[in-house]
């Protein structure tokens, strides 16, 4: 099979249905599964690598904005292919207090199931889904490569979760 017919296949989870659970490493080496969140919301941000530009500049956007997520009972998860050492090292320069979680073996597992791992570059694609407290995908966006998220479209997302 080819990589374009690879790439077709791929499948983002639908917006209302249940999120793919999983269990990553955060920088620390501690586990972290989607499921044990269940009852507040989540904010899974996938990036392609760490101490990247864009990554970083998305990252400290949130790391600065970080009570707009606290307000709406949302808890961030940043997800990429580096390994646990290299995300504590770059969460310690860059003061990140949320979880970074290590989707690092088997190579992009986890982005894989949120149909956000590109295979030809082995980086997880600049995806955001915001999972509701019952587990349901309420909010994604893939954004092309090289084009950084939009915070307000957070701030969006994050308002419509009280309108469920």
Request: charged share 20%; hydrophobic share 45%.
């Amino acid at each position: 099979m080819t990589a374009a017919l690879d790439a077709a296949s791929v499948v983002v989870p639908a917006i209302g249905g249940p999120a793919p659970d999983f269990e990553l490493s955060n920088q620390f080496g501690e586990p972290v599964r989607l499921s044990a969140f269940r009852g507040q919301n989540v904010v899974l941000v996938f990036y392609p690598f760490a101490f990247s530009g864009i990554c970083t500049g998305e990252l400290c956007e949130i790391r600065d904005n970080l009570a707009m997520f606290e307000d709406a009972k949302a808890t961030v998860l940043a997800i990429s292919v580096d390994s646990k050492f290299s995300l504590r090292a770059y969460a310690a320069q860059e003061g990140y207090s949320f979880d970074l979680l290590a989707d690092f073996w088997p190579h992009g597992g986890v982005a894989s199931a949120y149909g956000v791992f590109d295979a030809d570059s082995g980086m997880a694609k600049r995806g955001t889904f915001i999972i509701d407290a019952a587990g349901h995908v309420r909010y994604s966006v893939v954004n092309p490569r090289g084009q950084a998220r939009d915070l307000q479209e957070y701030r969006t997302a994050l308002a419509g979760l009280g309108e469920a």
